[in-house]
Each structure stands twice: as C-alpha cells, then as structure tokens.
C-alpha cells in the first residue's frame, strides 16, 4: 500500500508561528510607543529653531526689525500694512506659501518684541495639550522645552 501525502501546515506548525509572532511583537511594541509624540516634538522643535527662525532673520534683514505681535507669522507671507509698516518687505520669507501650524495642527505662538528674548522674538509651540504647560517647545531657556 501506498501512503498518501499531505500538503499544508499541522495544527503544531501553526500555532508555532502564531506564538512566534506573539513574542516578536511583544519585544518591539514597547520600543516603538512614544516614538510619535518624540517625532513631533523634534518637528516642532526644528520648526521653531531652523525653519522660522531662519524666515524670521531674513525678514528682519531685509527690514531691521521682526514682524510686531500683530502682524505675527503672517507678516512672513504677506507685506503687513498695519504699522510699523515694513519698507523693504522681499517675501514671501516661507518656501510654503501657507500659515504654518505645529505638529499637533495649531499655529505657533509668536511675541514680538519678545518678553523673554529681549530685542528679538518669543516663539513656541503649546505642544500636545495646546495650553502654556511644561510640555511646550521654547526658543528660550537652555534645552528650547521646559520641564527638560
């Protein structure tokens, strides 16, 4: 007699890969929660101390002197008319021809001149619970986060 073959995976072999996948995604979850609020963090970060903070410095080249509080980030991307009116305004001083808004989808807060960068600007990020916390980006203080 002769003994047939079969072809496919036994209860054994399924459950073998099954447990396998078990463990492999318990060893790499923990190491990839928090990893979205760090990246937004870095996001935010890079925003306030390159991308903005480089507009902001041409504006005021071109200018000699940062857009007022009033005239805010959106005299980066329009000529302001409110007054001090900037007489040699070359923008727009953003690539993106858009509002710029942080990681968690809010706009960026903007003092000028700055309370805390006397003679400059106050720049930050009201990070994930959008109010003045410990969780903000700052282009103040040392690290540029408080509470770090």
């Given at each position: 007699?002769?003994?047939?073959k079969?072809s496919?995976?036994?209860m054994?072999e ?11 995604g ?5 190491n990839?929660?928090?990893?979205s609020e ?15 903070s480089?507009?902001?410095d041409?504006y ?16 980066l ?19 993106k ?11 960026y ?7 805390r ?5 106050d ?17 103040w203080?040392?690290?540029g986060?408080?509470?770090?």
């Open positions: 007699m002769r003994k047939e079969r496919g995976f036994t054994i399924i459950m073998l890969v099954v447990i396998i996948i078990g463990i492999l318990a060893m790499v979850m923990p990839i929660t928090g990893k760090q990246a937004r963090k870095a996001a935010a970060r890079a925003d306030i101390e390159a991308n903005l480089a507009s902001l041409l005021e080249m071109d200018n000699g002197r940062f857009p007022t509080t009033e005239q805010g980030l959106k005299g991307l329009v000529k302001p008319t409110s007054s001090p009116e900037p007489a040699n305004w070359n923008g727009p001083y953003l690539k021809k858009k509002m710029p808004l942080d990681p968690w989808g809010r706009e807060v903007y003092v000028s001149p700055g309370a960068n006397e003679g400059e600007y720049l930050s990020s009201l990070g994930r619970d959008g109010v003045e916390s410990e969780d903000d980006i700052i282009n203080g040392e690290t986060m408080q509470g770090e």
